[in-house]
């Protein structure tokens, strides 16, 4: 799966790269449009017929998705291929889903992708939390989940955020290239999330009820 964030980095590991802007993040605000990302960074290539068989699609809807991630530049047709139907590939990574800056309009297309990412990510890391008990125990090991209330500066904030994204895309240059990858290796997925809790109506900032 690629590295989403609310910002990180494309394909090309660019770490300044911009936010998508309105119209692009359309393009993912929809929950088969990140599983057909996934699906592609996983396989490298594959056709819309080999993706409704992977993902339980039928082939046209995963032709039109594919179409829509072509057009806004997350995905292409692999020219010179062999064949009636053409595999896909991405040409980027979309990590970068802030709005900050950005007019309300736009905020709300941020917020709708950020919606569908989260049940895509949060529906996949159940999946794989429900099979954790079959691994064997040295990958049980390393895989978990932990959440912590902190209080923090801006700052603080900042420079943690920023030593997650380093620790999260530690290994990016894996997933690019097959032959960095060590003899035993396997995909993991590796999720990362940081939020700031609503101010108060007065202004201030205090614990907030369950679900804010």
């Known amino acids: 799966m690629p590295k989403q964030s609310a910002s990180t980095a494309t394909r090309e590991q660019s770490s300044s790269a911009a936010a998508p802007d309105r119209t692009s993040l359309r393009a993912l605000a929809h929950p088969l449009r990140w599983q057909l990302i996934d699906l592609l960074d996983s396989m490298g290539q594959a056709t819309a017929t080999q993706c409704a068989e992977a993902l339980g699609e039928t082939v046209p809807s995963c032709a039109y998705h594919l179409g829509i991630l072509g057009k806004y530049g997350y995905a ?3 020219a010179g291929h062999p064949g009636r139907e053409k595999p896909w590939e991405l ?5 970068n889903l802030s709005s900050a800056g ?7 297309e941020a917020e709708a ?7 895509h990510e949060l529906t996949k890391l159940k999946n794989r939390f429900r099979q954790l008990a079959h691994e064997p125990a040295e990958w ?9 209330t902190a209080w923090l500066t801006a700052a603080e904030l ?3 955020w920023a030593a997650m994204k380093d620790l999260v895309l530690k290994f990016a240059d894996r997933d690019r290239d097959p032959s960095r990858r060590p003899a035993g290796a396997r995909e993991v997925r ?3 999330a940081s939020s700031v ?15 804010s």
Not at 140 to 148: F, N
Not at 197 to 211: E, K, L, V, W
């Open 76 to 78: 292409r047709q692999v």
């Open 91 to 95: 040409t980027e990574i979309p990590q």
């Open 102 to 108: 950005a007019g309300p309009a736009s905020s709300q």
């Open 113 to 119: 992708a950020v919606d569908a990412f989260l049940d």
């Open 140 to 148: 049980r090991e390393g895989s978990g989940v932990i959440g912590e």
């Open 158 to 160: 900042s420079a943690t």
């Open 190 to 192: 590796l999720f990362a």
């Open 197 to 211: 809790a609503p101010r108060r109506a007065d202004g201030g900032s205090s614990p907030t009820a369950p679900g």
